[in-house]
């Protein structure tokens, strides 16, 4: 009977913790089975569940807690509790908290993701994707835009201008296109097969001048620059880093002093202001420059404020003192980036983003627009970006024949195709639905870090993948290269708009543990204000938080008391698995920042894989739901669940490396007893799985056209012929090519054709003549083999082709 009532009383307290009941029930049920057991079985067994009920009512009923424990533990936290600094506190504060919030919290609502449905474009949005982005990026030749003339094509910029490429996030009102996040979106994967002309599209619609000025500007700055932008008659550019500040911008040394100077042949109040700074995109062409210094008033001329702080401001190109032209050769893709500098350039006040209100606002500002351009901008150019990975690697694996098979056939290429469709599958659901969210009107400031640095991964390991299974094809640059430039680009962006090691170090779990955790903003908040009686609110439902999300990873890692979700069964389990792994989330995240304090900040590598977790929960997230709304395809449950495995999988091992370097061990210990009592279950997706995802996306399948669905798939023009066009053709003939390949190389085993015949084309033209197949087969295999072979070759150049001063070139065989 003693360890019947035991069990019962584990049971019970577990199950009064997973709901988070209060601590009243637990009391009820304790002091319940205390008599219980008193009576019928052990004594001792009722003097611990009495104690245990004592305790409970102390710490959990807040007449007995708030006379005498609430003090003590305020009095510590305001010890140990981390200072926010007032930069840390405006990135805090910038954005918003939505699913990120819910994963944070251990018990996530389905219900508060699915509710808002991605419905897609509207019919202007899909005409712009359709025709405008096709014909925009046709006009793209990637060798003569990153080598023979380093910039865009003339009429391509014509072209951008005049369509309004600059003006997706511009209203209507001032002459823009007033484009969703949606929109934006696909307009950038469906050019991201041309890293040059996506970021010189993408930049003026993500952090810069256009956004900052819709948001802050003052009604005659939108009024006078909007339709400019718009139009193109204005190119902006940006101006945040410099040598010495980088992802910490806020370290900014340029400056802006407020003093009097002469403008239009005026004496006016203004800033002399004094700047250096590097790795700006469009500069080199921009006619106005968005500029951020830290802004100082040393004479008072503005009131009693010395140092403003950041400030932003809006200056023409040709403002006197202005040094601007130059350019820089990003890796890669030598898109349009370069220097500014300035030396005693004079502005007015008015040149201020909002006029001078808004002097030393420019931090703010920054930051909240960042919450939304970086989920735009780099994480849909690597959604493209591993689309076209899979036109490109599928169809040339299929259509490249080594041992008489076509490489997609060798399950060693297979690993890295099943990898690229995966990738493409979670980058795309991933941006899809975000930018759905911010159309709802989030800020979503922590999956936006997400997004930037995992999408951004993606894409150097879609394209190192893509180019391990195309061989000596991708390593030989020139004209027919289709994936050299992009490959060599990848470093671009995993660098910019915040370094991706910081991004996970840093920004991602260290943001997300006090921006969207439950209770701990509520925390400092009650220790700032000195309010005892919040603290109190915050703490103990922080406390009922944490028992409660032990309670929950504990019975799911047994496969007890799975939570129900709005699921099918193809997807059930995965939901339940980010519900399970959202507990153990959110109790390692109570445990690292209880034992770790003030000092989690410097634990990098804690807080990277803490952010491991959130981010792969938050992409599976992603998946799941773009399952919920589509329609599958033949072959997308094979892709979802490959993908979901995947995520979850990561999830598990990066929850495995936290409990292996958790400094507090013994703590560590308890935890792994907690969330992982069986161990890692997770395994990575199976070979089948692998098999096949890689036949579908190196043939003519429904998948493949799925994952292509947003891309670049329609035929080139002159010599900006579309490789995934031309796969995507081979493909769909393919079958009727294997099946002669297996028949005219049948005959060669045998000796019906000539032992000489070793070329595809001899073989097809020796099968004719021995009557093997027909004059129409030939002629098909004619035009099939002419095509792939155009497709396997590689350029090649004159001797002296790459040296820049040709009196260097040694003639190393001359006579």
């Not at 990135?91 to 918003?96: D, K, Q, V």
């Not at 410099?242 to 910490?248: Q, T, V």
């Not at 994936?483 to 962006?493: D, H, K, P, R, W």
């Not at 959110?586 to 977790?613: N, P, Q, V």
Request: glycine content about 8%; some cysteine; charged content about 20%.
């Amino acid at each position: 009977m003693t360890l019947i009532l035991s069990l019962i009383a584990v049971a019970g307290v577990l199950v009064v913790m997973r709901n988070e009941s209060g601590a009243r029930p637990a009391i009820t049920l304790l002091v319940v089975i205390g008599v219980a057991s008193l009576l019928f079985a052990s004594a001792t067994l009722a003097l611990v569940l009495f104690a245990t009920a004592a305790a409970t009512a102390a710490c959990g009923l807040p007449g007995f807690r708030q006379s005498w424990l609430t003090p003590r533990i305020f009095d510590l936290f305001k010890k140990v509790a981390p200072k926010v600094s007032e930069t840390e506190r405006t990135a805090l504060e910038a954005g918003t908290v939505g699913w990120d919030g819910e994963l944070f919290s251990g018990r996530p609502d389905w219900h508060n993701l699915l509710i808002n449905r991605n419905t897609g474009l509207t019919d202007e949005e899909q005409a712009f994707v359709d025709q405008q982005c096709t014909t925009a990026i046709a006009m793209c030749n990637a060798w003569d835009v990153a080598v023979d003339r380093a910039d865009l094509p003339p009429e391509l910029w014509a072209f951008l201008k005049r369509e309004k490429f600059f003006g997706m996030i511009i209203p209507k009102e001032y002459g823009g296109l007033g484009f969703s996040a949606k929109a934006q979106t696909a307009v950038l994967q469906k050019l991201a097969p041309n890293e040059s002309l996506m970021v010189t599209v993408g930049v003026p619609n993500s952090l810069g001048p256009g956004e900052l000025l819709l948001k802050y500007g003052t009604e005659e700055q939108k009024q006078h620059y909007l339709p400019r932008l718009a139009d193109g008659r204005e190119i902006p550019c940006f101006g945040l880093t410099g040598p010495r500040a980088g992802s910490d911008a806020t370290s900014i040394p340029d400056t802006g002093i407020v003093c009097k100077g002469t403008f239009e042949g005026k004496e006016v109040l203004g800033l002399k202001l004094n700047f250096d700074k590097r790795w700006i995109t469009l500069a080199p062409v921009a006619t106005v420059v968005g500029l951020a210094f830290r802004m100082f008033d040393p004479d008072g001329l503005l009131g009693d404020t010395r140092d403003y702080g950041i400030t932003c401001a809006l200056i023409p190109r040709d403002t006197k003192g202005m040094d601007i032209g130059r350019r820089h050769c990003p890796i890669g893709s030598p898109f349009l980036n370069g220097p500014i500098k300035g030396k005693d350039v004079f502005i007015p006040l008015e040149y201020i983003i909002g006029g001078q209100d808004m002097a030393g606002q420019g931090w703010r500002m920054l930051v909240e627009c960042l919450s939304v351009g970086r989920c735009i901008t780099l994480p849909s150019g690597a959604a493209g970006a591993a689309a076209y990975a899979v036109g490109t690697a599928g169809g040339f694996t299929r259509v490249r024949r080594q041992f008489n098979t076509p490489v997609a056939e060798m399950e060693g290429v297979q690993e890295p195709l099943a990898r690229i469709a995966a990738h493409a599958y979670i980058a795309q659901a991933a941006v899809n639905q975000t930018a759905n969210m911010v159309d709802r009107g989030e800020k979503p400031s922590v999956p936006s870090a997400i997004l930037k640095y995992h999408l951004t991964e993606y894409q150097r390991n879609v394209l190192t993948d893509a180019m391990d299974v195309h061989g000596g094809k991708a390593v030989t640059l020139g004209p027919r290269n289709y994936l050299g430039i992009s490959f060599a680009g990848t470093a671009v962006s995993i660098t910019v708009e915040g370094a991706n090691i910081m991004t996970r170090s840093l920004m991602i779990f260290g943001q997300g543990a006090i921006r969207c955790h439950p209770y701990v903003l509520d925390e400092l908040a009650a220790k700032d204000n000195d309010d005892i009686a919040a603290f109190d609110r915050a703490f103990f439902g922080h406390a009922g938080l944490i028992f409660g999300n032990a309670a929950r990873a504990f019975t799911q890692a047994l496969g007890l008391g799975r939570p129900e979700v709005p699921f099918d069964s193809a997807s059930r389990r995965y939901a339940q698995g980010v519900a399970r792994f959202s507990a153990a989330f959110g109790l390692c995240a109570d445990a690292a920042m209880t034992t770790l304090g003030a000092e989690l900040k410097m634990r990098e590598l804690i807080s990277a894989r803490l952010g491991d977790m959130l981010s792969n929960l938050y992409l599976a997230s992603m998946v799941l739901k773009h399952w919920y709304e589509a329609q599958p395809a033949e072959g997308e449950k094979e892709i979802m669940q490959y993908s979901l495995r995947l995520l979850l999988h990561r999830t598990e091992a990066a929850l495995e490396e936290f409990l292996q370097n958790l400094p507090n061990r013994p703590v560590a210990v308890a935890l792994r007893g907690i969330t992982m009592p069986l161990g890692q279950r997770w395994d990575k997706p199976h070979d089948d799985t692998t098999r096949a995802l890689a036949r579908a996306i190196s043939t003519d399948s429904p998948l493949r056209s799925r994952l292509l669905a947003g891309a670049w798939t329609t035929p080139g023009e002159l010599g900006n012929a579309n490789p995934v066009a031309r796969y995507n053709a081979l493909l769909a003939d393919y079958p009727h090519a294997e099946d002669l390949y297996r028949k005219v190389t049948k005959a060669y085993a045998k000796g019906q054709l000539p032992m000489e015949a070793l070329h595809p084309e001899q073989r097809v033209e020796a099968a004719l003549q021995a009557e093997l197949i027909s004059e129409q087969d030939a002629e098909f295999m004619r035009r099939y083999e002419a095509e792939v072979l155009e497709l396997l070759s590689v350029d090649d150049f004159p001797f002296d082709a790459f040296a820049h001063n040709k009196e260097t070139v040694i003639e190393h065989n001359a006579a």
